[in-house]
C-alpha cells in the first residue's frame, strides 16, 4: 500500500491527502510532529534527501519527494492531468508557479502566527506579505476572466493552489482584497471528494 508521510498542519501534505482521496486510493497515513525535529533525523533522510514532508513511499519502497512531483506522479492517468502536452504544459506551469511566488511567503507567514512568533518576526512578516500579495494578484487577476486555472474544468493546477491560498487568513493576509479568488476558492472546495485540512480520507487505511 502506498504510504504518506505528512504533518497535521502541512498544506503541502494536504494536497496530496484531497487528490488520493480524489483518486479514491488507499492509503496509510504517518503523521509526523515537525517541531519535535522528527524530520530531521538520519532516519527520515533516506526516505527524503531534503528533510521535509510530504514523502510518498510506494509499494516497493521508492520514493517521491516534493508535493508537486507526488501530484504529478499521482494524477498520470487521470481527467486531472490532461494527457495533451499543451493542455498539461499549463497545468505545470501553475504547479511551479505555486511553488515559486507563493510556496515561501504564505506557509512562513502563517506557520510565525500559528506557533505563536509573529511579533517577534513581524519584520519577516510584512516582507513575506508584500512578496505574497504579488503572487495572490497575478492569481487574482487571472481568476478575473476564467473560472478555473486551466481550460474549462477542475485540474490539478486548482488543486496544488488551493491548500496554501485558502491558508492564507492564517499568515493574516487580507483576503478581502481579492474576490476573484474567493469565488474561485468556492468552486475548487465544491467538488467531490475535496476534505478539509484537519479531515479524515475515506480511503486511508491507518
Ligand atoms: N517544496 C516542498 C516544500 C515542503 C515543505 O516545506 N514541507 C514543510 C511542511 S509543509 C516541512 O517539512 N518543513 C519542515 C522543515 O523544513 O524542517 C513541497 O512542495 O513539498
Do not use: C
Amino acid at each position: 500500500m502506498l504510504k504518506l508521510y505528512d504533518s497535521r498542519f502541512s498544506g503541502n501534505s494536504w494536497k496530496i491527502r484531497i487528490l488520493l482521496n480524489q483518486l479514491q486510493k488507499p492509503f496509510e497515513r504517518h503523521t509526523l510532529d515537525l517541531e519535535s525535529g522528527e524530520t530531521k533525523t538520519n532516519e527520515f533522510y533516506k526516505l527524503n534527501r531534503f528533510n521535509r514532508i510530504p514523502v510518498l513511499q510506494l509499494e516497493d519502497g521508492r520514493t517521491i519527494v516534493e508535493s508537486a512531483a507526488i501530484l504529478l506522479y499521482l494524477a498520470e492517468g487521470s481527467p486531472l492531468l490532461p494527457e495533451d502536452a499543451y493542455m498539461r504544459s499549463q497545468v505545470i506551469s501553475w504547479l511551479f508557479f505555486e511553488q515559486g511566488d507563493l510556496q515561501r511567503s504564505i506557509p512562513l507567514a502563517r506557520v510565525y502566527h500559528i506557533r505563536g512568533i509573529a511579533d517577534k518576526m513581524s519584520q519577516q512578516i510584512e516582507r513575506l506579505h508584500a512578496d505574497g500579495y504579488l503572487g495572490l494578484e497575478k492569481l487574482d487577476r487571472w481568476l478575473t476572466t476564467n473560472d478555473w486555472l486551466v481550460g474549462g474544468g477542475y485540474t490539478l493546477a486548482d488543486l496544488a493552489l488551493f491548500p496554501y491560498v485558502s491558508l492564507a487568513h492564517e499568515g493574516k493576509f487580507d483576503m478581502q482584497r481579492f474576490q476573484h479568488i474567493n469565488s474561485w476558492l468556492d468552486r475548487v472546495r465544491s467538488q467531490p471528494g475535496l476534505l478539509g485540512i484537519f479531515d479524515l480520507s475515506s480511503y486511508q487505511s491507518v
